[in-house]
């Protein structure tokens, strides 16, 4: 009698059990849809327009804890229904059976339920919004010494969060860069968020690379790092001193020729004002024959 009572209880139990988990089964089939801040976006309440006699249909917003939903907006044959907050920025189609929402917001991702009321069934269609906005291009900062780089990238008015990825060119090895600062932060009002990244190239350890940055999609202009601390100094200073020198030589010999001239002038002591200008000119094509 007792293992007859207790089978009966267990399989009450499940029965209850099953009900209860049916709505949740249920809403494993969601429609996804997605919307961009600022923009709008459609509600699909169904997609089977050939049932009649609608009697009305809503969409809400399920509470986190499953109860206490918030009404959106809707259409009903009988009642005129008061969408409150959402007045201007959604409008229900009955005959297409979808809501539209504009002027989106983060705060607007998440689940939507859907309840349509026919005449002789009723239906609910569950839509999961996700909202993206597009990250600002990022900005690039690069700041060297002689050891190594710092570069930062910056990219603001972003949706969702994202992680910053950075793209060394050509590819480096991890060991010689390394992550110094990341942070985001959320702008209070819009619900945006700026994104920033720092890393440390290590620029004794390889050749000059150039860099850049990308958030969500958005990309940064490529930037030459390390340089010209390791694309072998030597040569810029070799190079520096050569051309110095070559300079001063120049300068050294226009001196001269100058000096020579203007003597030459005082013996043939020439009135005419245009001479003066002949002795410029040969200084010039000494200097040129000299580079060549
Ligand atoms: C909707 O727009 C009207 C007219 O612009 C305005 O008077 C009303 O306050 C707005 N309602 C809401 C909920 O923003
Ligand atoms: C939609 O947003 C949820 C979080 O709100 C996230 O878990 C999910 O991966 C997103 N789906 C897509 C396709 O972006
Ligand atoms: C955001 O980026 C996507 C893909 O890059 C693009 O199709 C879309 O037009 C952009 N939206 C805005 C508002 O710029
Ligand atoms: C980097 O430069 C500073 C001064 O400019 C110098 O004191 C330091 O020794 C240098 N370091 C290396 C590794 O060359
Ligand atoms: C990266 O550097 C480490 C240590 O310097 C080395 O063991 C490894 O082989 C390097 N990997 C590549 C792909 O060069
Ligand atoms: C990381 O960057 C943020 C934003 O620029 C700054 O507020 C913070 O002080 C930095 N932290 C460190 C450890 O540098
Ligand atoms: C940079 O790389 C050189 C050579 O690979 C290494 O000796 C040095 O310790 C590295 N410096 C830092 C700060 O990682
Ligand atoms: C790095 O950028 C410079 C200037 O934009 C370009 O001339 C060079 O080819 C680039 N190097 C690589 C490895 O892409």
Redesign the pocket.
């Given at each position: 009698m007792d293992v007859v009572y207790g089978m009966y209880v267990q399989w009450l139990l499940r029965c209850v059990l099953f009900l209860i988990s049916l709505p949740f089964l249920q809403s494993k089939d969601v429609t996804m849809v997605i919307g961009?801040?600022?923009?709008a976006v459609t509600i699909p309440c169904t997609s089977d327009l050939f049932e009649n006699h609608l009697v009305f249909m809503y969409v809400q917003r399920p509470g986190s804890n499953g109860n206490n939903p918030r009404f959106i907006n809707g259409y009903h044959t009988k009642k005129r229904l008061d969408p409150k907050e959402y007045t201007n920025r959604t409008h229900v189609d009955p005959r297409q059976r979808t809501m539209k929402l504009w002027s989106i917001l983060p705060s607007d991702e998440g689940l939507y339920e859907c309840h349509i009321q026919y005449q002789t069934k009723k239906k609910q269609e569950n839509i999961q919004l996700n909202v993206?906005?597009?990250y600002s291009i990022p900005i690039v900062t690069v700041a060297c010494d002689n050891v190594s780089c710092l570069v930062t990238c910056s990219s603001d008015s972003g949706y969702p969060r994202r992680d910053i990825e950075w793209s060394p060119n050509p590819p480096l090895n991890q060991s010689h860069w390394r992550v110094v600062n990341s942070s985001d932060v959320t702008d209070p009002v819009s619900m945006l968020f700026s994104v920033y990244s720092s890393i440390s190239v290590n620029c004794s350890s390889g050749p000059r690379l150039n860099l850049s940055c990308n958030v969500g999609?958005?990309l940064s202009q490529e930037h030459t790092v390390c340089w010209p601390q390791t694309g072998s100094p030597d040569v810029y200073v070799t190079s520096a001193v050569v051309a110095g020198a070559v300079a001063l030589l120049c300068f050294l010999l226009a001196g001269l020729f100058v000096f020579k001239e203007r003597k030459a002038q005082t013996a043939r002591v020439d009135q005419d004002g245009e001479e003066a200008a002949r002795p410029a000119e040969r200084v010039q094509l000494t200097c040129r024959n000299l580079d060549s």
């Open positions: 961009e801040v600022g923009g993206t906005a597009n999609g958005a």
